[in-house]
């Protein structure tokens, strides 16, 4: 067995585990390194806000090291990090996985790194909760965002800026305070934005508490394409996005190529075991059922590409490839639902800054 399979088959005996236990000691353990980071701090004229975004790092480019430079101004920055099973929001494996992503947040000047939520597992509704929830219980005061300039998307940020928060539904991104439309639809940065503003206002009235972080709004840099950064590094071309990268994340990255070590590290699918649960396994525990029944009556499949081309077409672009990770985590439905009502059941702590 391989040393990722060994990790992804960790990490799903914990998302099943903290389904249902709690680890309280962790969030004292984050309260007192940000003390440490504080005290440390002390004398300088830089505010000790706690400053919190989440980031793939897939990997971490210059538009990701700008914003975290932004948002480093406002106080203590920490990163949260999605990571268990090492499936994106896109459903897809990372480039790498979360302990030289974590690095990289740290060598771009990150002060803390923790652990976020599987994304991979998960639809976008589901992994946001998780996300507000982990901003609220790490305190975080100041959530710096880049987005991308539109006119839709000034409206939105007057929204938010004047202390509301937004609706979105297909074609319909609106004030929930006012009631007035904002406009019909935004692009994916921009969405995303608007869609942590929505989940923070159902968070607060479904668990109660009073959760108004300020939001920090930068522009996102132009000429930056996570899609030919991840191409040029599997095919070890890094001259070609020394441009799109920090020097950090390049060190990195070649730190492993310079050795012969950089296709060890590559996160791949687990192929094998997606065929066999496809094949073999009562496929309504994991996915939805209709998508289960279509699935079980045209086995056998021979190939992934095969089980993706029987899967129909969802509202997300990226809704084959999640189904595909539901299939390799092998995860029950009720199981993930139970995670993210306990969720955070623990905070982990992937990486600190060593001036701390």
């Known amino acids: 067995?391989?040393?990722?399979?060994?990790?992804?088959?960790?990490?799903?005996?914990?998302?099943?585990?903290y389904s249902k236990e709690k680890d309280n000691n962790c969030i004292n353990h984050?309260?007192?390194?940000?003390?440490?980071?504080?005290?440390?701090?002390?004398?300088?004229?830089?505010?000790?806000?706690?400053?919190?975004?989440?980031?793939?790092?897939?990997?971490?480019?210059?538009?990701?090291?700008?914003?975290l430079n932004e948002g480093k101004k406002y106080g203590i920055f920490i990163s949260i990090l999605p990571a268990p099973l090492e499936r994106s929001?896109?459903?897809?494996?990372?480039?790498?996985?979360?302990?030289?992503?974590?690095?990289?947040?740290?060598?771009?000047?990150?002060?803390?790194?923790?652990?976020g939520p599987p994304m991979g597992?998960?639809?976008?509704?589901?992994?946001?909760?998780?996300?507000i929830k982990m901003f609220y219980n790490i305190g975080a005061e100041i959530i710096p965002r880049g987005h991308i300039e539109e006119n839709a998307m000034e409206?939105?940020?007057?929204?938010?800026?004047?202390?509301?928060?937004?609706?979105v539904k297909p074609y319909n991104v609106s004030c929930i305070e006012t009631g007035e439309l904002l406009c019909e639809k935004l692009e994916i940065d921009n969405y995303v934005i608007a869609s942590m503003s929505n989940t923070i206002y159902k968070v607060n009235k479904n668990y109660n508490i009073n959760f108004n972080p300020k939001f920090v709004f930068i522009k996102r840099?132009?000429?930056?394409s996570g899609t030919k950064i991840r191409e040029s590094i599997l095919n070890g071309k890094?001259?070609?996005?020394?441009?799109?990268?920090?020097?950090?994340?390049?060190?990195?990255?070649?730190?492993?190529?310079?050795?012969?070590?950089?296709?060890?590290?590559?996160?791949?699918?687990?192929?094998?075991?997606?065929?066999?649960?496809?094949?073999?396994?009562?496929?309504?525990?994991?996915?939805?059922?209709?998508?289960?029944?279509?699935?079980?009556?045209?086995?056998?499949?021979?190939?992934?590409?095969?089980?993706?081309?029987?899967?129909p077409y969802g509202f997300s672009r990226h809704y084959k490839e999640r189904i595909i990770s539901k299939l390799e985590a092998r995860i029950d439905n009720k199981i993930i639902s139970e995670y993210i009502k306990n969720y955070p059941s623990k905070i982990k702590i992937l990486a600190v800054n060593d001036d701390f």
């Open 238 to 311: 890094f001259d070609e996005i020394r441009n799109m990268l920090p020097e950090t994340t390049l060190n990195i990255l070649k730190r492993y190529y310079d050795k012969g070590k950089l296709n060890s590290i590559i996160l791949k699918r687990f192929e094998d075991r997606i065929l066999e649960t496809a094949n073999e396994y009562d496929l309504k525990r994991y996915i939805p059922k209709h998508i289960a029944e279509y699935l079980e009556k045209n086995r056998p499949y021979t190939t992934v590409d095969e089980i993706k081309n029987a899967i």
């Open 1 to 17: 067995m391989s040393s990722h399979l060994k990790n992804f088959l960790k990490d799903r005996n914990e998302i099943i585990k």
């Open 121 to 131: 597992i998960m639809g976008s509704g589901q992994y946001m909760q998780c996300l």
């Open 155 to 167: 409206k939105v940020i007057n929204c938010i800026n004047s202390g509301y928060h937004i609706k």
């Open 221 to 224: 840099i132009e000429g930056i």
């Open 89 to 115: 929001g896109r459903g897809i494996p990372y480039l790498v996985d979360r302990y030289i992503r974590s690095e990289m947040a740290i060598k771009a000047g990150a002060d803390v790194v923790v652990e």
């Open 30 to 67: 984050l309260k007192k390194i940000i003390d440490n980071i504080k005290s440390k701090k002390e004398g300088e004229e830089k505010p000790s806000n706690i400053v919190a975004d989440f980031t793939e790092y897939n990997p971490l480019h210059n538009g990701h090291k700008y914003c």
